[in-house]
């Protein structure tokens, strides 16, 4: 297949149009942002929005994390309650500790700070 001329004035990104079962590439049609190319196709700007999402995702599942362990922690302090062992409650107070760090770890992480 010949390769068509590009217009310069546009992105030269080739998109396909994804609805049709015999997709048809054409050039992009926003105007070029920086090399040549839109800020959607723009690698660099691809890598950041990656980025982005990648430390989105993070700080959920360290939020998810968290949750669980919280959950996990109140039923050591019930069976703790239960059973009478109110000393095992600074061994508690210890896992909350622990979990509030990892979960702000992960997320600080996350934001590269
Ligand atoms: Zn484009």
């Known amino acids: 297949m010949a390769k068509k001329k590009l217009d310069p004035a546009r992105c030269s ?19 070029p942002w920086k090399d040549g190319k839109c800020k959607q196709h723009h690698a660099g700007e ?3 929005r990656a ?8 700080i959920k599942d360290a939020n998810i994390d968290f949750n669980s ?3 996990c922690i109140g039923w050591h302090v019930l069976g ?14 210890k896992m909350a500790e622990d979990a509030i ?12 700070e």
């Open 101 to 112: 760090r990892k979960r702000d770890e992960a997320i600080a992480k996350a934001k590269g």
């Open 69 to 71: 362990e919280i959950e």
């Open 13 to 31: 990104e080739m998109v396909s149009d994804r609805d049709s079962r015999w997709p048809t590439y054409l050039q992009c049609r926003r105007k």
């Open 46 to 48: 691809r890598a950041k």
């Open 80 to 93: 703790c309650v239960e059973g009478g062992r109110f000393l095992d409650a600074f061994k508690i107070r």
């Open 51 to 58: 980025a982005k999402r990648r430390a989105e995702w993070a």
